[in-house]
């Protein structure tokens, strides 16, 4: 089992920025990709970013080209969502997620793909 905790969600206003952390632990040697989604109320969830294993490869949802940017460091395990030039249409709960497969064809944008999932950090975007 991998566990997943989210961490650096907020209130910020629109125009500013917060970096969301997710610290891995347990089988962790298992996983390959990492993604974030976000699910806002009365929404489904929904992809915002993707990282392979070495973190050469990202992928991001069109809402957020060029505003967000995901990273990682393997040797904390831990991944990273950079949020810049903030919206009020991206207050939503924010998920970390895993997966356990090395290759995806969706470059793991759908939510199927994932193995594991965090609990959650709630990011508030006033305008």
């Known amino acids: 089992q991998v566990q997943l905790v989210e961490s650096g969600g907020g209130l910020v206003q629109a125009g500013g920025s917060l970096r969301l952390s997710c610290a891995a632990s347990?089988?962790?040697?298992?996983?390959?990709?990492m993604g974030w989604f976000r699910q806002a109320p009365g929404k489904e969830r929904e992809f915002v970013a993707s990282?392979?294993?070495?973190?050469?490869?990202?992928y991001y949802a069109d809402s957020v080209k060029g505003r967000f940017s995901i990273s990682r460091d393997n040797a904390k395990n831990t991944v990273y969502l950079r949020m810049n030039s903030l919206k009020p249409e991206d207050t939503a709960v924010y998920y970390c997620?895993?997966?356990?497969?090395?290759?995806?064809?969706?470059?793991?944008?759908?939510?199927?793909?994932?193995?594991?999932w965090g609990q959650g950090t709630q990011v508030t975007v006033s305008s």
């Open positions: 347990g089988r962790t040697g298992s996983t390959f990709a």
């Open positions: 990282i392979n294993l070495s973190g050469g490869y990202t």
């Open positions: 997620a895993a997966s356990e497969k090395y290759y995806s064809s969706t470059n793991w944008r759908l939510r199927r793909d994932y193995d594991y």
